[in-house]
């Protein structure tokens, strides 16, 4: 059995342990959704994924913030390019830029990679949402607000769980 520094048993990869939620685990509803909205997922697999995507994102904070940019309307190769580290990069230079203080020098452009052209065939136009849209988003999402078991359930469709 595994052993952490303070004498606590933990996980070893093919070996069961008990996992009971607490009374207090206000997200065992959520978790049970999203269980039920995806079938082939075992409790399990499901319960692994999200420990995983924690551990991820615990790490990424230590290296930086975690931003979610819509993709609709981006072409497979600005996809490509935004998933990269020169995306990264890329992106992370732009908002400082955005945010520089007064004084402050931008970065070189050595260090700014140039993002892939635009694809003028594929890219929508940016236009104001119908009025009957607007109230029908508005409906959906809580005024504009989408609930956390909504936001899980999206990013999981996102990543083609």
């Excluded at 909205?37 to 930086?64: F, M, V």
């Excluded at 065939?121 to 949402?129: F, G, K, L, V, Y």
């Excluded at 109230?135 to 909504?150: H, I, M, R």
């Amino acid at each position: 059995m595994a052993q952490t520094k303070n004498n606590k048993a933990g996980y070893v990869k093919g070996v069961g342990r008990t996992f009971a939620p607490s009374l207090k685990a206000d997200w065992v509803e959520e978790f049970n959704e999203i269980l039920e909205d995806e079938p082939e997922w075992s409790r399990n697999r499901l319960t692994e994924h999200l420990i995983k995507k924690g551990l991820d994102a615990q790490r990424g904070n230590d290296q930086g913030m975690q931003i979610s940019i819509p993709s609709e309307g981006l072409t497979d190769q600005q996809r490509e390019f935004l998933n990269s580290e020169e995306g990264k990069l890329f992106l992370g230079n732009a908002i400082r830029l955005l945010l520089m203080q007064p004084g402050a020098q931008a970065p070189s452009p050595a260090e700014v990679p140039a993002p892939p052209p635009p694809d003028h065939n594929t890219a929508p136009s940016i236009e104001a949402p119908s009025a009957a849209k607007q109230e029908t988003e508005d409906a959906n999402d809580n005024n504009g607000k989408l609930s956390p078991l909504q936001r899980a359930k999206n990013k999981l469709k996102r990543q083609n769980i």
